[in-house]
């Protein structure tokens, strides 16, 4: 059973809030990832890290920033939301030996009015 | 970048069918992941393979990784209410790169 929770599972917040997406797993993994997914459509990555103070963006452009100050946290910020920030956002987490595939938190629905 | 064509968008069967989708690239994975979601909720890996060839079984699933290391198929025997969900694909390059592409997914509806 894998154990990376995210919070909260639904958001409705109005344009020009700051929000963060939390992103915590327990399994001491070093990799971790947030893939945007809208719905009926495919997840894209939107910011990976490799470990503490890594963080990089991925292949899909996206106003949000991460931080990795822990190895168990991987939160996303949106400073200003927007209408066209609203999505499903998914964390996930992988293991550092090779072919350990990633498990995926439930995710946060995020609405933005 | 790469990408992934997926196929069905959708499937409607009765309980009890056999169905089959799958994934087709225009680049070269070294491996290749089946994952199903349900609504609301996050992604959950059913299958994944590593090897050109590799035909991989999980219960009721069955999944194998093409020769031409772009493409994949899943396949579901004797199809359940349960089954019901979005089926993705996900495909990995070499090297240390960890990021995944995913298809647009396969919603699959079972009829009881």
């Known amino acids: 059973e894998a154990d990376i929770y995210q919070t909260p599972r639904y958001l409705v917040i109005g344009t020009g809030k700051k929000i963060t997406l939390e992103c915590s797993q327990t399994?001491?993994?070093?990799?971790m990832y947030w893939y945007q997914q809208d719905p009926g459509m495919e997840l894209h990555l939107i910011h990976y890290?490799?470990?503490?103070?890594?963080?990089e963006k991925g292949d899909l452009s996206s106003e949000s920033t991460v931080s990795r100050i822990r190895t168990e946290h991987f939160p996303l910020t949106l400073e200003s939301a927007r209408p066209s920030h609203t999505s499903q956002y998914l964390c996930?987490?992988?293991?550092?030996?090779?072919?350990?595939?990633?498990?995926f938190g439930q995710g946060t629905r995020l609405t933005v009015v | 970048g790469q990408q992934l064509n997926q196929s069905p968008q959708s499937m409607f069967i009765q309980e009890g069918e056999d169905v089959s989708m799958n994934c087709t690239s225009s680049?070269?994975?070294?491996?290749w992941l089946w994952y199903k979601q349900d609504p609301g909720e996050g992604p959950v890996l059913l299958i994944a393979?590593?090897?050109?060839?590799e035909l991989t079984s999980n219960g009721r699933l069955t999944a194998q990784f093409g020769i031409t290391r772009k493409d994949s198929f899943l396949n579901i025997s004797a199809s359940i209410p349960s089954d019901v969900g979005i089926y993705f694909c996900a495909g990995r390059g070499g090297g240390s790169n960890y990021k995944l592409t995913f298809g647009k997914g396969t919603l699959l509806t079972v009829n009881p």
């Open positions: 680049s070269i994975f070294n491996t």
């Open positions: 393979l590593y090897k050109a060839g």
């Open positions: 890290s490799y470990g503490v103070n890594s963080t």
């Open positions: 399994m001491g993994h070093d990799k």
């Open positions: 996930a987490s992988s293991a550092p030996k090779a072919n350990t595939e990633a498990f």
